[in-house]
T-cell receptor
């Protein structure tokens, strides 16, 4: 069964600083990969996804992620964080041809002004 | 284009009661998936509905059941509520039944007392 690990439960960065959120997955093949963001009490908003092709994918709100097959990782990055980016971020995997998303436990991002 | 909507936003039930949660899929999407998100956790897959039939189920007991209607909207029913059922219930819709991006609604916060 696939699994997703987000090793950082909480991260605090200063506004304007760069950000990298880590995600590692365990799966027999290369799954489809997603990053979602959740503001307090809200649903999940899709930031970006990787299905195939270019391993560096661009998303909304200035986020990008890089798929590294050798490391089974799909880390999320942003060059300059804004206070409005404070939220919880979830990495998720979907087997190719599958229907069940498997999520990590999330990383809570705090932005200091 | 209308996104995924869910109702109600919040509700409070007591142990042993039954509850019905509702979801309208994004325009043009024929597949609906339900997830349970306990506090501090990532969402867990409950089941998926496609063409009005259950199409895959996670590790949830039979007292969690669902329906999908001809207009692709869906219901999640939970019988004999337990305290551990307190969670945010998220509905997601997708254009394809397998291997496709899932778009989430705002969720229903269920509290069981």
């Amino acid at each position: 069964a696939q699994s997703v690990t987000q090793p950082d439960i909480h991260i605090t960065v200063s506004e304007g600083a760069s950000l990298e959120l880590r995600c590692n997955y365990s799966y027999g093949a290369t799954p489809y990969l997603f990053w979602y963001v959740q503001s307090p009490g809200q649903g999940l908003q899709l930031l970006l996804k990787y299905f195939s092709g270019d391993t560096l994918v661009q998303g909304i709100k200035g986020f990008e992620a890089e798929f590294k097959r050798s490391q089974s990782s799909f880390n999320l990055r942003k060059p300059s964080v804004h206070w409005s980016d404070a939220a919880e971020y979830f990495c998720a995997v979907l087997p190719e041809g599958g229907n069940k998303l498997t999520f990590g436990t999330g990383t809570q991002l705090k932005v200091e002004l | 284009e209308t996104g995924v909507t869910q109702s109600p936003t919040h509700l409070i039930k007591t142990r042993g009661q039954q509850v019905t949660l509702r979801c309208s899929s994004q325009s043009g999407h024929n597949t609906v998936s339900w997830y349970q998100q306990a506090l501090g956790q990532g969402p867990q897959f409950i089941f998926q509905y496609y063409r009005e039939e259950e199409n895959g189920r996670g590790n949830f007991p039979p007292r969690f059941s669902g329906l999908q209607f001809p207009n692709y909207s869906s219901e999640l029913n939970v019988n004999a509520l337990e305290l551990d059922d307190s969670a945010l219930y998220l509905c997601a819709s997708s254009l394809e039944v397998q291997g496709d991006t899932q778009y989430f609604g705002p969720g229903t916060r269920l509290t069981v007392l």
